[in-house]
């Protein structure tokens, strides 16, 4: 319903007199509920303002925040790279050490072969060396029999 509909239907019914007063009387109403009105929406904008302070605080927070993340990720960008180089110096560390025990296996190899071949020239050194013990046995028997033949001989003469 219009304004102009209510006025009319206020004078069909009441007089002049009432449809001034009543008229005022809405019109009163109308500034009282525009200020009341009014007064909500300057609460609701002042908590509005107070709200958008807040989230300007939570997104500087959150900014400073977001630069100690991006601060913290070149960080752990930097000791990834030094984390990656070390690896790379432990690898390559982890090769030499590989290379020097494959070595050390050739040349404990060559060791064992000349330790055998040390081992089968001592056998037969100790072989020699018995046999030559065998023939000075035999030397000595004959130098025994020799100076006893001569000390015959030299009795006899």
Not at 77 to 105: M, P, Y
């Amino acid at each position: 319903m219009t304004v102009e509909e209510l006025l009319s239907k206020m004078r069909a019914v009441f007089t002049p007199e009432q449809v001034e007063v009543l008229t005022e009387f809405i019109k009163f109403l109308d500034k009282l509920v525009k200020a009341t009105d009014f007064m909500e929406v300057k609460e609701a904008i002042i908590r509005l303002e107070n709200s958008i302070e807040s989230l300007r605080d939570v997104v500087r927070e959150l900014a400073q925040n977001q630069r100690k993340v991006d601060e913290s990720i070149l960080e752990l960008k930097e000791a990834q790279k030094v984390t990656e180089q070390r690896v790379a110096e432990l690898a390559e560390a982890q090769r030499r050490t590989e290379e020097s025990i494959r070595e050390l296996h050739e040349a404990q190899k060559i060791t064992e072969q000349k330790m055998a071949e040390l081992a089968e020239a001592q056998r037969e050194m100790q072989q020699a060396i018995k046999e030559l013990t065998e023939a000075q046995g035999r030397n000595e028997e004959s130098i025994k029999e020799l100076r006893e033949a001569q000390r015959i001989t030299e009795q006899k003469m």
